[in-house]
């Protein structure tokens, strides 16, 4: 983990009416950034809020990188008003990386909400990095309405094979993401199937279910409260499956585990 005091802001994109794509130039810290890092945003030079803002990576490439919120709170909405030029206090990378698949695996990425970003930078990293083919690569997104459609739009332009559910039925699939999974799920070979996954904890719980079910190899990455970043505060600690008096750091052990490995 590495401080970087003055990251510029190239770019910052609305994408809808609370939802923001920022991106940033550092040679430095985008080089040691993989799939699953996050970074940790200090979003004002004042000491309110005293708290840096977690942020999963979105897309990393060359000297930049960037990352995808909501604005939904005072630290998120002063990030979100942010322009071109601006500097940041930024630390990282931080956490942990996914595990990589085998090179003639299916992957399945599960997607629920904001849960986007982290799986949106695995699936690039797949293609640019580990020389994976397009239609190995089943992008679910999941969403609540047409209202959020830019996150499913926000993974499109990649090219990989991509469903859409939502809740309400106004794009795609209606009903939840893991009722999609199910149905997807189906005609692969569960050896050669690797499942990846990030969203709100009640679809995180159901999918890791259906793997677990199905004996589907399935990774998770978790998010939380972390208000230091750096494992000292334990604000975010995950129940772990060692036992029920052990527990893991979502900043430090994860933010990616086996899904066997914790109680979501």
Known sequence: MIQHPSVPIIKNEKLSKDLFKIVFRSKDLASGLRPGNFVHIRVSPEMDPLFRRAMSIYSCENDTFSVLFRAIGKGTGLLSKMREGDTVDILGPLGNSFDPPDKDETVILVAGGTGVPPLHFLAQWLLSN????????????????????PLSEAVEHLDIRMRTSSDDGSVGFKGYVSELLKTEALPYDIKKLRLYTCGPVPMLREVTKICAE?????QVSLEGHMPCGIGTCLGCVVQSTRGEDEFDRICMEGPVFDSNEVLI
Do not use: E, H, N, V
């Not at 999941?142 to 459609?149: C, R």
């Not at 199905?214 to 399935?218: A, E, F, P, S």
């Open 214 to 218: 199905q004996g589907i190899r399935c």
């Open 130 to 149: 580990y020389g994976f083919d397009g239609q190995q690569i089943l992008f679910l997104c999941g969403i609540s309405s047409a209202d959020d459609l």
